[in-house]
């Protein structure tokens, strides 16, 4: 069974806007991984948060973690169009051998 | 570098035919991975190898075999395909270490079982 599960599973948006993704997981974790996916591409990793952070930022994302609550969330401020894509979160097994990805949020900015 | 290679892209195959996908990855990972991703459910893992020689199952692990005979490569059959097989399939990789690291993916292949 999936750990984490993505939440809207759908968003649309204009661009300049921020776009809010949140992320529940069942068991306790190390860390915790939101990764990007483009039509027809592979995924690609944006951003590792530890379960000793709270909060996390690279560029325009910002992501954070509430470990009592099991959760996460992933802000993009001042969205563009280019930002149009699926985006996961992903928690590691119990043996820490594989990542274990939602089903998704997908976000489409509009102009 | 060219990554994380996934072979062939694009594939048609008959209901109970056999096939293979390879995946290559030339960043000397210890840990390789085959996904599935289908609409609406977001990708599951299918089986993983830790190292040459190693494979264990994942969430989805039956109608499919692997193979982890040189580091570089992780293979993944289909011995009778279904129409259920019809996915698109990713490979990805990452160093060794438990619980941690980030996973480089292949492009994806796409498999149709008619």
């Known amino acids: 069974s999936q750990q984490g599960e993505e939440d809207p599973q759908a968003l649309s948006i204009q661009e300049g806007e921020n776009a809010t993704m949140n992320c529940s997981y069942k068991t306790s974790i190390n860390n915790l991984q939101w990764y990007r996916q483009n039509s027809g591409r592979g995924l690609v990793h944006l951003i590792l948060i530890r379960s000793n952070e709270r909060e996390k930022h690279s560029g325009r994302l910002r992501v954070t973690l509430d470990t009592s609550k099991k959760s996460s969330s992933l802000l993009i401020t001042a969205s563009r169009a280019a930002d149009t894509a699926s985006y996961f979160c992903a928690t590691f097994n119990q043996a820490g051998t594989a990542l274990i990805f939602g089903k998704g949020t997908t976000l489409s900015v509009s102009s | 570098n060219a990554g994380v290679t996934q072979t062939p892209k694009f594939r048609v195959l008959k209901t109970g035919q056999s096939m293979t996908l390879l995946c290559a990855q030339d960043m000397n990972h210890e840990y390789m991975y085959w996904y599935r991703q289908d609409p609406g459910m977001g990708l599951r893992l299918i089986h993983y190898?830790?190292?040459?020689?190693t494979t264990a199952k994942g969430e989805v692990p039956d109608g499919y075999n692997v193979s982890r005979l040189k580091k570089q490569n992780f293979l993944l059959g289909l011995e009778s395909a279904a129409p259920s097989q019809t996915s698109v399939y990713f490979c990805?990789?990452?160093?060794?270490?438990w619980g941690t690291g980030e996973l480089f993916f292949g492009e994806g292949s796409r498999l149709t079982v008619l």
């Open positions: 990805a990789s990452r160093y060794k270490g």
């Open positions: 190898s830790v190292g040459e020689g």
